[in-house]
């Protein structure tokens, strides 16, 4: 058997990497040209109850241990006027060390056999070509057949046709992205706001806040979110930085300017990036010979979890394709019925909150977070 997953994203290569662990061999198609093709977006925490445990499944604790960027642990929580509501440390110790997604993915590629990512592969089509076996065509006119299909290919995949015509809708939401870089000496007074790890900043309404975190070196990673059709963002001239930068610092008028300067004062072009999701809890009747891991099968608006269930979908279906040999449709069913559970049922709330905060938080900030994700 050799499993042909289409993209290389932390949810195809976890998958890839399991089954070389088992003996599996793998082949994965990515549309990116080349490791190096796209940046690959910031920090993200990288959780002891979900994506830690894909991370022993592929072998690689020590190697996942040498990213984790220290003291990114710590949170500040600001209101509008910058003073400070709450603020955690980083002793080390917590659940949910960061590491940059670039390096975590070069990770998972550099434990993979070479030439098993085909760069420059983007799949224009797939078809069922009977008794569980699958084609898949590419951009430039080619075509592989294959006995099992993984789509990993993300929030708008192309597999996941072969298994439901759900596909992903706006969530009313949407981040507009910035950086600061040197933030420590051309930008002090926002570097202490957001201090040595990540800060939320509230302003009493869920349909406006800044977060931001602080990366490799000083540089600081803004989300700003905002709550509003579509149509409001597509009045914005994202071509024109500094005009975009205005309208959307215009929405937090009256916050600190600390705070504010994370909008106005970015290094780089303002990104719009809105927030689409998949039906929650959609699931499909077993087709033979196909399945699919991460967003492609359950994206969400970002919660923190996105790139952890993904990691542990392809952990656990190579875990699974291991412990199944010559009976994929077993393996593939025991994969699904726990990634179907697991992708409809939230990180339960007092997991959640001790992994956030430890055990001694104010009982006041508790119900704002809780308000937060209601
Ligand atoms: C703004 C934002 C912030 C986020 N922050 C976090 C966070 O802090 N923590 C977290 O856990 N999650 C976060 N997420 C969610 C997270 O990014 C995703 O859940 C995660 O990347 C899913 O991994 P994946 O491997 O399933 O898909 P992806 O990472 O999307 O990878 C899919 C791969 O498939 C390739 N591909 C796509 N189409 C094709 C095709 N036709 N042919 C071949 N290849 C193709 C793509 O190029 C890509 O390499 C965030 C999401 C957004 C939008």
Same mark, same amino acid.
């Given at each position: 058997?050799?499993?042909?997953i289409?993209?290389?994203g932390?949810?195809?290569?976890?998958?890839?990497?399991?089954? /070389?662990?088992h003996?599996?061999?793998?082949?994965?198609y990515?549309?990116?040209?080349?490791?190096?093709?796209?940046?690959?977006? +910031?920090m993200?925490?990288?959780? %002891?109850?979900?994506?830690? &445990?894909?991370?022993?499944?592929?072998?690689?604790?020590?190697?996942?241990?040498?990213?984790? &960027?220290?003291?990114?642990?710590?949170?500040?929580?600001?209101d509008?006027?910058?003073?400070?509501?709450?603020?955690k440390?980083?002793? +080390?110790?917590?659940?949910?060390?960061e590491?940059?997604?670039?390096?975590?993915?070069?990770m998972?590629?550099?434990?993979?056999?070479?030439?098993?990512?085909?760069w420059? !592969?983007?799949?224009?089509?797939?078809r069922?070509?009977?008794?569980?076996? /699958?084609e898949?065509?590419?951009?430039?006119?080619?075509?592989?057949?294959?006995?099992?299909?993984?789509?990993?290919?993300?929030?708008?995949?192309?597999?996941?046709?072969? @298994?439901?015509?759900?596909?992903p809708?706006?969530?009313?939401?949407?981040?507009?992205?910035?950086? @600061?870089?040197?933030?420590?000496s051309? !930008?002090?007074?926002?570097?202490?706001?957001?201090?040595?790890?990540?800060?939320?900043?509230?302003?009493?309404?869920?349909?406006?806040?800044?977060?931001?975190?602080?990366?490799?070196?000083?540089?600081? /990673?803004?989300?700003?979110?905002?709550?509003?059709? @579509?149509e409001?963002?597509a009045?914005?001239?994202?071509?024109?930085?500094?005009?975009?930068?205005?309208?959307?610092?215009?929405?937090?008028?009256?916050?600190?300017?600390?705070?504010?300067?994370?909008?106005?004062?970015? %290094?780089?072009?303002?990104?719009?990036?809105?927030?689409?999701?998949?039906?929650?809890?959609?699931?499909?009747?077993?087709?033979?010979?196909?399945? &699919?891991?991460?967003?492609a099968?359950h994206?969400?608006?970002?919660?923190?979890?996105?790139?952890?269930?993904?990691?542990?979908?392809?952990?656990? =279906?190579?875990q699974?394709?291991?412990? !199944?040999?010559?009976d994929?449709?077993?393996?593939?069913?025991?994969?699904?019925?726990?990634?179907?559970?697991?992708?409809?049922?939230?990180?339960?709330?007092?997991v959640? =909150?001790?992994?956030?905060?430890?055990?001694?938080?104010?009982?006041?900030?508790?119900?704002?977070?809780?308000?937060e994700?209601?």
């Amino acid at each position: 058997m050799n499993v042909t997953i289409i993209g290389a994203g932390l949810g195809g290569l976890t998958l890839a990497r399991v089954l /070389h662990v088992h003996g599996i061999p793998a082949t994965v198609y990515e549309a990116e040209p080349s490791p190096m093709a796209r940046t690959q977006g +910031g920090m993200l925490d990288i959780h %002891d109850y979900n994506g830690q &445990l894909a991370v022993e499944a592929a072998g690689l604790v020590a190697e996942f241990r040498e990213l984790v &960027l220290e003291g990114r642990q710590a949170m500040r929580i600001l209101d509008r006027d910058g003073n400070l509501l709450y603020e955690k440390t980083d002793d +080390g110790t917590g659940g949910r060390p960061e590491v940059q997604r670039g390096e975590l993915r070069r990770m998972l590629l550099d434990a993979l056999p070479e030439g098993t990512v085909r760069w420059g !592969h983007k799949v224009e089509g797939v078809r069922t070509l009977g008794d569980g076996r /699958h084609e898949v065509t590419f951009e430039d006119g080619t075509a592989v057949g294959t006995d099992l299909l993984v789509g990993a290919d993300g929030a708008w995949s192309k597999v996941r046709s072969l @298994l439901t015509d759900a596909t992903p809708d706006y969530e009313g939401t949407a981040f507009v992205e910035t950086y @600061l870089f040197l933030a420590d000496s051309r !930008h002090p007074e926002t570097a202490e706001a957001v201090g040595g790890g990540s800060m939320v900043a509230h302003g009493g309404s869920p349909d406006e806040g800044i977060n931001a975190h602080r990366e490799s070196g000083d540089t600081l /990673h803004t989300y700003v979110a905002l709550t509003r059709p @579509l149509e409001w963002f597509a009045a914005i001239d994202f071509t024109d930085p500094a005009a975009a930068a205005a309208r959307v610092a215009a929405e937090f008028e009256g916050w600190a300017p600390e705070l504010t300067a994370l909008i106005t004062d970015g %290094d780089t072009a303002p990104v719009l990036r809105p927030h689409y999701a998949l039906p929650a809890g959609l699931r499909w009747d077993r087709v033979p010979g196909v399945t &699919l891991v991460g967003d492609a099968a359950h994206l969400a608006a970002p919660n923190g979890e996105g790139v952890n269930l993904a990691m542990l979908d392809g952990a656990e =279906l190579g875990q699974a394709l291991a412990a !199944h040999p010559g009976d994929v449709e077993a393996a593939i069913a025991q994969y699904e019925e726990a990634m179907f559970v697991r992708a409809a049922t939230p990180v339960d709330d007092a997991v959640l =909150l001790e992994s956030l905060f430890g055990d001694d938080v104010p009982e006041s900030l508790l119900e704002l977070v809780r308000g937060e994700q209601g």
